[in-house]
Protein backbone atom coordinates (compact mmCIF):
# COMPACT_ATOMS: atom_id res chain seq x y z
CA UNK A 1 0.00 0.00 0.00
CA UNK A 2 1.16 3.13 -0.82
CA UNK A 3 1.68 6.22 1.83
CA UNK A 4 1.99 10.13 1.63
CA UNK A 5 3.53 12.52 3.81
CA UNK A 6 2.05 15.92 4.49
CA UNK A 7 3.56 17.80 2.40
CA UNK A 8 2.50 21.21 4.02
CA UNK A 9 3.92 20.48 7.29
CA UNK A 10 7.40 19.38 5.54
CA UNK A 11 7.61 22.49 3.53
CA UNK A 12 6.94 24.59 6.70
CA UNK A 13 9.87 22.93 8.09
CA UNK A 14 12.00 23.39 5.58
CA UNK A 15 11.16 27.27 5.55
CA UNK A 16 11.39 27.17 9.43
CA UNK A 17 15.23 25.62 9.41
CA UNK A 18 15.85 28.32 6.50
CA UNK A 19 15.51 31.33 8.96
CA UNK A 20 18.51 29.59 11.46
CA UNK A 21 21.55 30.90 9.38
CA UNK A 22 19.56 32.70 6.67
CA UNK A 23 21.88 34.27 4.17
CA UNK A 24 20.46 36.01 0.99
CA UNK A 25 16.61 35.97 0.15
CA UNK A 26 16.90 31.85 0.70
CA UNK A 27 19.65 30.55 1.12
CA UNK A 28 21.70 29.60 4.39
CA UNK A 29 25.04 29.93 6.18
CA UNK A 30 24.83 27.25 8.94
CA UNK A 31 28.61 26.35 9.23
CA UNK A 32 28.91 23.22 11.14
CA UNK A 33 29.39 23.46 14.83
CA UNK A 34 28.79 27.27 14.96
CA UNK A 35 26.10 28.96 17.34
CA UNK A 36 23.52 28.52 13.98
CA UNK A 37 24.27 24.88 13.45
CA UNK A 38 23.91 24.46 17.55
CA UNK A 39 20.52 26.22 17.16
CA UNK A 40 19.33 23.77 14.58
CA UNK A 41 20.45 20.84 16.65
CA UNK A 42 18.38 21.63 19.45
CA UNK A 43 15.19 22.78 17.09
CA UNK A 44 15.92 19.21 15.92
CA UNK A 45 16.03 17.59 18.74
CA UNK A 46 13.18 19.07 20.43
CA UNK A 47 11.20 17.52 17.30
CA UNK A 48 12.49 13.93 17.48
CA UNK A 49 11.29 14.04 20.81
CA UNK A 50 8.06 15.65 20.09
CA UNK A 51 7.86 12.55 17.50
CA UNK A 52 8.52 9.74 20.47
CA UNK A 53 12.10 9.20 19.35
CA UNK A 54 14.69 8.41 21.90
CA UNK A 55 17.44 10.74 21.15
CA UNK A 56 21.32 9.88 21.29
CA UNK A 57 24.12 12.07 20.43
CA UNK A 58 27.56 9.99 19.92
CA UNK A 59 31.16 10.98 20.08
CA UNK A 60 31.39 12.86 17.49
CA UNK A 61 27.87 15.12 17.75
CA UNK A 62 25.66 12.65 15.23
CA UNK A 63 22.47 12.67 16.59
CA UNK A 64 20.34 9.89 16.26
CA UNK A 65 16.59 9.32 16.94
CA UNK A 66 15.17 5.74 17.40
CA UNK A 67 11.56 4.63 16.88
CA UNK A 68 10.88 1.22 17.84
CA UNK A 69 9.85 -1.54 15.40
CA UNK A 70 7.55 -4.61 16.29
CA UNK A 71 10.68 -6.60 15.94
CA UNK A 72 14.14 -5.67 18.44
CA UNK A 73 16.50 -5.83 15.75
CA UNK A 74 18.85 -3.47 13.75
CA UNK A 75 16.72 -0.46 12.68
CA UNK A 76 16.81 0.97 8.93
CA UNK A 77 18.68 4.87 9.13
CA UNK A 78 17.64 7.44 7.04
CA UNK A 79 18.78 11.20 7.53
CA UNK A 80 21.49 13.46 5.83
CA UNK A 81 22.90 16.46 7.50
CA UNK A 82 22.12 20.00 8.86
CA UNK A 83 25.38 21.82 8.18
CA UNK A 84 25.43 23.93 5.35
CA UNK A 85 28.71 25.30 3.18
CA UNK A 86 29.63 29.05 3.37
CA UNK A 87 26.62 31.09 1.71
CA UNK A 88 24.72 27.48 0.55
CA UNK A 89 21.41 26.92 0.36
CA UNK A 90 18.63 25.68 2.66
CA UNK A 91 17.98 22.38 0.60
CA UNK A 92 21.73 20.60 0.37
CA UNK A 93 21.50 18.21 3.47
CA UNK A 94 18.77 19.73 5.26
CA UNK A 95 16.30 18.08 2.97
CA UNK A 96 16.97 14.29 3.99
CA UNK A 97 16.70 15.24 7.68
CA UNK A 98 14.00 16.80 7.55
CA UNK A 99 12.11 14.25 5.26
CA UNK A 100 12.86 11.83 7.72
CA UNK A 101 11.76 14.16 10.25
CA UNK A 102 8.86 14.59 8.65
CA UNK A 103 8.42 10.20 7.59
CA UNK A 104 8.45 9.79 11.13
CA UNK A 105 5.90 12.29 11.87
CA UNK A 106 3.89 10.30 9.00
CA UNK A 107 4.08 7.05 10.55
CA UNK A 108 2.74 8.35 14.02
CA UNK A 109 -0.29 10.37 12.55
CA UNK A 110 -1.02 6.77 10.67
CA UNK A 111 -0.41 4.88 13.63
CA UNK A 112 1.39 2.87 11.39
CA UNK A 113 4.06 -0.08 13.26
CA UNK A 114 6.50 -1.17 11.28
CA UNK A 115 8.23 -4.58 11.79
CA UNK A 116 11.87 -3.01 12.11
CA UNK A 117 12.76 0.01 13.87
CA UNK A 118 13.77 3.29 11.91
CA UNK A 119 17.01 5.49 13.37
CA UNK A 120 16.86 9.01 11.84
CA UNK A 121 20.10 10.14 11.62
CA UNK A 122 21.36 14.15 11.42
CA UNK A 123 25.47 13.65 10.51
CA UNK A 124 28.19 16.55 12.34
CA UNK A 125 29.79 18.45 9.19
CA UNK A 126 29.14 16.78 6.13
CA UNK A 127 30.39 19.71 4.31
CA UNK A 128 34.13 19.99 6.08
CA UNK A 129 34.50 23.54 4.87
CA UNK A 130 35.77 24.58 8.29
CA UNK A 131 36.90 21.25 9.69
CA UNK A 132 38.11 18.20 7.34
CA UNK A 133 37.37 15.60 6.07
CA UNK A 134 34.29 15.98 4.75
CA UNK A 135 31.18 13.48 5.66
CA UNK A 136 32.92 13.24 9.09
CA UNK A 137 30.17 12.50 11.43
CA UNK A 138 29.15 9.54 8.62
CA UNK A 139 33.24 8.71 8.28
CA UNK A 140 33.27 8.54 12.45
CA UNK A 141 29.83 6.05 12.21
CA UNK A 142 31.14 3.85 9.72
CA UNK A 143 34.45 3.75 11.84
CA UNK A 144 36.43 4.50 8.71
CA UNK A 145 39.44 6.69 10.29
CA UNK A 146 40.57 7.05 13.37
CA UNK A 147 38.42 9.06 15.48
CA UNK A 148 41.24 11.03 18.05
CA UNK A 149 42.79 12.51 14.83
CA UNK A 150 38.89 13.51 13.54
CA UNK A 151 38.20 15.30 16.78
CA UNK A 152 41.74 16.88 17.00
CA UNK A 153 40.91 17.98 13.49
CA UNK A 154 41.50 21.85 13.77
CA UNK A 155 39.62 24.88 11.72
CA UNK A 156 41.00 26.13 8.86
CA UNK A 157 40.93 29.30 10.03
CA UNK A 158 41.65 28.99 13.71
CA UNK A 159 44.03 26.54 15.01
CA UNK A 160 42.51 26.87 18.50
CA UNK A 161 39.11 25.61 17.42
CA UNK A 162 39.10 21.97 17.23
CA UNK A 163 35.96 19.63 16.44
CA UNK A 164 36.22 18.24 20.28
CA UNK A 165 36.23 21.47 21.55
CA UNK A 166 33.37 23.22 19.47
CA UNK A 167 31.40 19.99 19.82
CA UNK A 168 31.55 20.76 23.81
CA UNK A 169 31.09 24.61 22.98
CA UNK A 170 27.92 23.58 21.55
CA UNK A 171 26.83 20.74 23.72
CA UNK A 172 26.91 18.12 21.18
CA UNK A 173 29.82 15.95 22.26
CA UNK A 174 27.96 12.71 22.86
CA UNK A 175 28.29 10.10 25.10
CA UNK A 176 27.42 6.97 22.37
CA UNK A 177 30.59 5.22 20.77
CA UNK A 178 30.63 6.17 17.28
CA UNK A 179 28.83 3.29 15.78
CA UNK A 180 27.13 1.39 18.57
CA UNK A 181 23.72 1.09 16.35
CA UNK A 182 24.24 -1.64 14.17
CA UNK A 183 21.96 -1.01 10.75
CA UNK A 184 19.99 -2.82 8.73
CA UNK A 185 20.20 -0.43 5.72
CA UNK A 186 20.09 3.23 5.02
CA UNK A 187 18.33 5.66 2.37
CA UNK A 188 19.33 9.27 1.92
CA UNK A 189 16.87 11.58 0.30
CA UNK A 190 19.08 14.35 -0.71
CA UNK A 191 18.75 17.44 -3.89
CA UNK A 192 20.51 16.41 -6.97
CA UNK A 193 22.51 19.95 -6.79
CA UNK A 194 23.48 19.49 -10.33
CA UNK A 195 21.38 19.68 -14.16
CA UNK A 196 20.58 16.09 -15.07
CA UNK A 197 17.07 15.30 -13.78
CA UNK A 198 15.66 19.33 -14.62
CA UNK A 199 17.43 18.91 -18.40
CA UNK A 200 15.55 15.39 -18.82
CA UNK A 201 12.51 16.34 -17.26
CA UNK A 202 12.73 13.40 -15.20
CA UNK A 203 11.18 13.74 -11.34
CA UNK A 204 13.54 11.12 -9.07
CA UNK A 205 17.27 9.86 -9.37
CA UNK A 206 17.73 6.14 -7.82
CA UNK A 207 21.29 6.99 -7.13
CA UNK A 208 23.74 4.24 -7.98
CA UNK A 209 27.46 5.44 -6.98
CA UNK A 210 29.07 8.46 -5.86
CA UNK A 211 32.01 9.24 -7.72
CA UNK A 212 35.34 9.57 -5.90
CA UNK A 213 37.06 12.56 -3.72
CA UNK A 214 40.63 13.93 -3.28
CA UNK A 215 41.29 16.85 -1.25
CA UNK A 216 44.87 17.74 -0.97
CA UNK A 217 46.35 21.27 0.84
CA UNK A 218 49.16 22.57 -1.05
CA UNK A 219 52.03 25.13 0.36
CA UNK A 220 54.33 26.82 -1.46
CA UNK A 221 57.14 28.80 0.17
CA UNK A 222 59.01 31.37 -1.61
CA UNK A 223 60.74 34.57 -0.64
CA UNK A 224 59.03 38.02 -0.31
CA UNK A 225 60.88 40.88 -2.09
CA UNK A 226 60.25 44.07 -3.20
CA UNK A 227 58.12 44.49 -6.10
CA UNK A 228 59.61 47.24 -7.76
CA UNK A 229 63.35 45.87 -7.15
CA UNK A 230 63.65 42.29 -7.53
CA UNK A 231 64.98 41.31 -10.91
CA UNK A 232 62.87 38.55 -12.37
CA UNK A 233 65.23 36.18 -12.49
CA UNK A 234 66.09 36.33 -8.88
CA UNK A 235 62.82 36.04 -7.70
CA UNK A 236 61.03 33.02 -5.51
CA UNK A 237 57.95 34.08 -6.08
CA UNK A 238 55.60 31.38 -4.39
CA UNK A 239 52.17 33.43 -6.15
CA UNK A 240 53.52 33.01 -9.49
CA UNK A 241 54.11 29.51 -9.59
CA UNK A 242 50.62 28.57 -7.57
CA UNK A 243 49.36 30.77 -10.45
CA UNK A 244 50.81 27.99 -13.35
CA UNK A 245 49.98 25.07 -11.34
CA UNK A 246 46.25 26.47 -11.18
CA UNK A 247 46.36 26.87 -14.86
CA UNK A 248 47.89 23.67 -15.05
CA UNK A 249 45.19 21.72 -12.90
CA UNK A 250 42.14 23.60 -14.70
CA UNK A 251 43.42 22.48 -18.43
CA UNK A 252 43.56 19.16 -16.92
CA UNK A 253 39.88 18.88 -16.69
CA UNK A 254 39.08 20.72 -19.66
CA UNK A 255 40.89 18.31 -22.47
CA UNK A 256 38.28 17.05 -24.16
CA UNK A 257 36.60 14.13 -22.98
CA UNK A 258 38.15 14.12 -19.11
CA UNK A 259 36.51 12.41 -17.02
CA UNK A 260 38.64 14.26 -14.52
CA UNK A 261 36.37 17.27 -12.12
CA UNK A 262 39.41 20.03 -10.83
CA UNK A 263 39.17 22.72 -8.39
CA UNK A 264 40.42 25.33 -6.55
CA UNK A 265 38.46 26.51 -4.14
CA UNK A 266 40.85 28.36 -2.11
CA UNK A 267 43.77 30.28 -2.38
CA UNK A 268 45.81 32.53 -0.14
CA UNK A 269 49.08 34.60 -0.58
CA UNK A 270 51.30 35.47 2.21
CA UNK A 271 52.08 38.28 3.23
CA UNK A 272 49.25 39.33 0.94
CA UNK A 273 50.33 42.50 -0.31
CA UNK A 274 50.52 44.81 -3.80
CA UNK A 275 54.11 45.32 -3.92
CA UNK A 276 55.76 42.30 -2.51
CA UNK A 277 56.66 39.16 -4.04
CA UNK A 278 54.79 36.09 -2.27
CA UNK A 279 56.40 34.28 0.24
CA UNK A 280 54.21 31.60 0.54
CA UNK A 281 51.08 30.52 -1.34
CA UNK A 282 48.39 27.83 -0.38
CA UNK A 283 45.54 26.62 -2.35
CA UNK A 284 43.54 23.44 -2.25
CA UNK A 285 42.69 20.94 -4.76
CA UNK A 286 39.13 19.09 -5.25
CA UNK A 287 39.58 16.43 -7.77
CA UNK A 288 37.00 14.04 -8.63
CA UNK A 289 35.85 11.25 -10.64
CA UNK A 290 33.83 7.98 -11.06
CA UNK A 291 37.16 6.17 -12.50
CA UNK A 292 39.38 5.64 -9.45
CA UNK A 293 42.00 5.15 -11.89
CA UNK A 294 41.42 8.55 -13.68
CA UNK A 295 41.45 10.12 -10.56
CA UNK A 296 44.58 8.48 -9.55
CA UNK A 297 46.29 9.38 -12.86
CA UNK A 298 45.14 12.91 -12.61
CA UNK A 299 46.13 13.62 -9.12
CA UNK A 300 49.79 12.04 -10.22
CA UNK A 301 49.91 14.42 -12.75
CA UNK A 302 49.51 17.19 -10.83
CA UNK A 303 52.24 16.52 -8.30
CA UNK A 304 54.85 15.78 -11.32
CA UNK A 305 53.95 19.47 -12.81
CA UNK A 306 54.19 20.89 -9.20
CA UNK A 307 57.44 19.33 -8.30
CA UNK A 308 59.16 20.06 -11.99
CA UNK A 309 58.25 23.48 -11.33
CA UNK A 310 59.46 23.28 -7.83
CA UNK A 311 62.81 22.22 -8.64
CA UNK A 312 63.42 24.97 -11.49
CA UNK A 313 62.08 27.90 -9.39
CA UNK A 314 63.67 27.00 -6.20
CA UNK A 315 60.21 27.05 -4.25
CA UNK A 316 59.29 24.70 -1.82
CA UNK A 317 56.70 22.35 -0.88
CA UNK A 318 54.42 21.19 1.81
CA UNK A 319 51.60 19.10 0.60
CA UNK A 320 49.02 17.54 2.73
CA UNK A 321 45.88 14.74 1.95
CA UNK A 322 42.94 16.16 3.32
CA UNK A 323 40.74 13.64 1.75
CA UNK A 324 41.47 10.49 -0.15
CA UNK A 325 37.81 8.88 -1.18
CA UNK A 326 37.52 6.11 -3.53
CA UNK A 327 34.03 6.08 -5.85
CA UNK A 328 31.48 4.05 -4.03
CA UNK A 329 28.62 1.85 -5.34
CA UNK A 330 25.05 1.47 -3.84
CA UNK A 331 23.46 -1.68 -2.74
CA UNK A 332 21.60 -3.02 -6.20
CA UNK A 333 18.44 -4.23 -4.18
CA UNK A 334 18.28 -1.20 -2.26
CA UNK A 335 18.41 1.18 -5.54
CA UNK A 336 15.57 -1.05 -6.87
CA UNK A 337 13.25 -0.80 -4.12
CA UNK A 338 13.74 3.21 -4.80
CA UNK A 339 12.98 2.66 -8.38
CA UNK A 340 9.95 0.67 -7.70
CA UNK A 341 8.90 3.33 -5.10
CA UNK A 342 8.85 5.96 -7.73
CA UNK A 343 7.48 4.26 -10.22
CA UNK A 344 4.62 3.24 -7.75
CA UNK A 345 4.24 6.63 -7.02
CA UNK A 346 3.70 7.85 -10.87
CA UNK A 347 7.38 9.54 -11.20
CA UNK A 348 9.44 9.34 -13.50
CA UNK A 349 12.82 8.06 -12.19
CA UNK A 350 16.49 7.82 -13.69
CA UNK A 351 19.39 5.70 -12.45
CA UNK A 352 22.36 8.27 -12.09
CA UNK A 353 25.72 8.52 -10.41
CA UNK A 354 25.90 11.69 -7.82
CA UNK A 355 28.65 13.87 -8.16
CA UNK A 356 28.66 15.41 -4.77
CA UNK A 357 29.67 13.81 -1.51
CA UNK A 358 26.84 12.23 0.58
CA UNK A 359 26.85 10.36 4.22
CA UNK A 360 25.44 7.57 2.35
CA UNK A 361 28.79 7.03 0.91
CA UNK A 362 30.61 6.58 4.39
CA UNK A 363 27.48 4.45 5.16
CA UNK A 364 28.03 2.11 1.87
CA UNK A 365 30.80 0.56 4.03
CA UNK A 366 28.69 -0.73 6.92
CA UNK A 367 24.92 -1.45 5.90
CA UNK A 368 23.26 -1.80 2.11
CA UNK A 369 22.80 1.84 1.24
CA UNK A 370 21.14 3.86 -1.71
CA UNK A 371 20.25 7.20 -2.36
CA UNK A 372 17.09 9.34 -4.08
CA UNK A 373 17.83 12.60 -5.91
CA UNK A 374 14.89 15.45 -6.72
CA UNK A 375 16.14 18.08 -9.24
CA UNK A 376 17.93 21.74 -8.87
CA UNK A 377 16.31 24.43 -10.41
CA UNK A 378 19.20 25.24 -13.40
CA UNK A 379 21.45 22.83 -11.25
CA UNK A 380 22.89 25.34 -8.99
CA UNK A 381 24.31 24.27 -5.49
CA UNK A 382 26.50 25.37 -2.67
CA UNK A 383 25.12 28.76 -3.64
CA UNK A 384 22.16 30.95 -2.17
CA UNK A 385 20.25 30.59 -5.40
CA UNK A 386 19.91 26.87 -4.21
CA UNK A 387 16.51 25.96 -5.07
CA UNK A 388 14.26 23.08 -5.58
CA UNK A 389 10.71 23.13 -6.03
CA UNK A 390 8.07 22.17 -3.43
CA UNK A 391 6.51 19.94 -5.99
CA UNK A 392 9.88 17.84 -6.59
CA UNK A 393 10.34 17.60 -2.93
CA UNK A 394 6.99 16.04 -2.06
CA UNK A 395 7.49 13.82 -4.52
CA UNK A 396 11.13 12.82 -3.03
CA UNK A 397 9.82 12.70 0.75
CA UNK A 398 6.86 10.15 -0.51
CA UNK A 399 9.92 7.73 -2.25
CA UNK A 400 11.65 8.27 0.59
CA UNK A 401 8.62 6.76 3.17
CA UNK A 402 8.06 4.12 0.53
CA UNK A 403 10.99 3.07 0.44
CA UNK A 404 12.23 3.26 4.13
CA UNK A 405 8.97 0.80 4.36
CA UNK A 406 9.58 -1.49 2.01
CA UNK A 407 13.23 -1.73 3.83
CA UNK A 408 11.47 -2.20 7.29
CA UNK A 409 9.44 -5.03 5.35
CA UNK A 410 11.47 -6.89 4.06
C1 LIG B 1 29.69 17.97 -0.45
O1 LIG B 1 28.83 18.84 -0.49
C2 LIG B 1 30.66 17.89 -1.50
O2 LIG B 1 31.65 18.63 -1.45
O3 LIG B 1 30.42 17.14 -2.46
MN1 LIG C 1 24.78 17.60 1.13
MN1 LIG D 1 26.99 20.30 0.15
Redesign the pocket.
Known amino acids: MLRKINSQRLLENIERYAQIGKAGKIGVERIALSREDQQARDLFKTQMIKAGLVVSVDEIGNMIGLRPGIQNVAPVAIGSHLDT?YQGGRF??AVGVLAGLELIQTLNDQNIETQKPIALINFTN???VRFAP??MGSHAFAKLGDLASILESAAYDNQEQTVDSELQRIGYKGAMKCGAIALDSFLELHIE?GPVLEMKGTNIGAVEMVQG?YWTKYTIQGQANHAGTTPIALRKDAGYAAAQIMKFIGDLSRVEGSRLLTTVGTVEFKPNAINIVPDSARFTL?A?SVDLEVLQNGQLQIDEFINGLLIQSDLRLKREEMVRFAPVQFDAAVVDLVESAADRLGCSVKRMPS????DAQMMAAICPTAMIFVPSVNGV??NVAELTLDADLENGANVLLNACLALTNR
Open positions: VDGEEGDMQIDRGAGHSH
